[in-house]
């Protein structure tokens, strides 16, 4: 049933975030995925990614957070079509603007994935994050 390994690859791909697991994370991307990340305050003009950013981005990610975890709270897959909404908190792991290493950003995002054969083709984040202090 493609509902449920739609479900399963999505956990798979936050399970994948949260251990930093470069490989397992890739593993569940199209060659010709496109994602997209409208503004916010990390990226005010937002952001548009192939793979090979996508992975650029991800392995540079590791070096300013220590942990990140996301809380799912909704989860709904079609055939070919996923949305979440997630409350995700990253603790710092360099000097990030007014932040220090250990404070901890907040953020509240809508993700939507299209798939193709099994893999993720399509990705929009919409990420609301709390006032940094």
């Not at 540079?60 to 809380?71: C, E, F, H, I, N």
């Not at 997630?86 to 908190?89: H, L, P, S």
């Not at 993700?111 to 990705?123: E, L, P, Y």
């Given at each position: 049933m493609p509902q449920d390994?739609?479900?399963e690859l999505i956990l798979s791909y936050y399970k994948a975030l949260e251990a930093g697991d470069g490989d397992?994370?890739?593993?569940l991307y199209d060659r010709a995925v496109v994602q997209t990340e409208w503004p916010n305050p990390l990226?005010?003009?937002?952001d548009r990614r192939g793979l090979e950013k996508l992975r650029a981005?991800?392995?540079?990610?590791?070096?300013?957070?220590?942990?990140?975890?996301?809380?799912?709270?909704?989860l709904l897959c079609t055939d070919d079509y996923a949305a979440v909404e997630?409350?995700?908190?990253g603790v710092v792991a360099i000097p990030l603007g007014k932040l220090v290493p250990g404070d901890v950003m907040t953020?509240?995002?809508?993700?939507?994935?299209?798939?193709?054969?099994?893999?993720?083709?399509?990705?929009?984040?919409?990420?609301?994050?709390?006032p940094f202090r």
């Open positions: 390994s739609n479900r397992a994370l890739f593993a990226k005010p003009r937002g981005d991800f392995e540079r990610a590791k070096g300013v957070l220590r942990s990140q975890t996301y809380d799912i709270k909704t997630a409350t995700w908190e953020a509240h995002i809508a993700t939507f994935f299209t798939f193709r054969d099994g893999r993720i083709v399509n990705q929009r984040n919409y990420d609301c994050f709390e």
